[in-house]
Nanobody, 124 residues
């Protein structure tokens, strides 16, 4: 499975961005999908995840109410809608796929496929 993240950019605080993660090589419909982010000098952290059906979603407390994860299995794509962005959201955002379990995974070690990352910069 190859994952390609896109949609990052520079935005002012309070603005919005929509990240996309397109998969190729294999259908994602049975995989749990997640978004992580990594700021300079910090560890990669969990942002959001969604089960294969899209019924269940989970968010880090820091983004709850502002970010929305969704998926379109017919397009083999996962999205992260980010609203009310803050400077502390600045990071490289990565999408990831967990092919091993049907339940949500919260740590990077549990995901076995990763995209290349897309930079999100929020100016104050």
């Amino acid at each position: 499975v190859q994952l390609q993240a896109s949609g990052g950019g520079l935005v002012q605080a309070g603005g919005s961005l929509r990240l996309s993660c397109a998969a190729s090589g294999r259908a994602l419909r049975t995989y749990v999908m997640g978004w992580f982010r990594q700021a300079p000098g910090k560890e990669r952290e969990f942002v959001a995840a969604i089960t294969w059906s899209g019924v269940s979603t989970y968010y880090a407390d820091s983004v709850k109410g502002r970010f929305t994860i969704s998926r379109d299995n017919t397009k083999n794509t996962v999205y992260l809608q980010m609203n009310s962005l803050k400077p502390e959201d600045t990071a490289v955002y990565y999408c990831a796929a967990d092919s091993q379990t049907a339940t949500i995974s919260f740590t990077p070690e549990e995901y076995d496929y990763w995209g290349q990352g897309t930079q999100v910069t929020v100016s104050s």
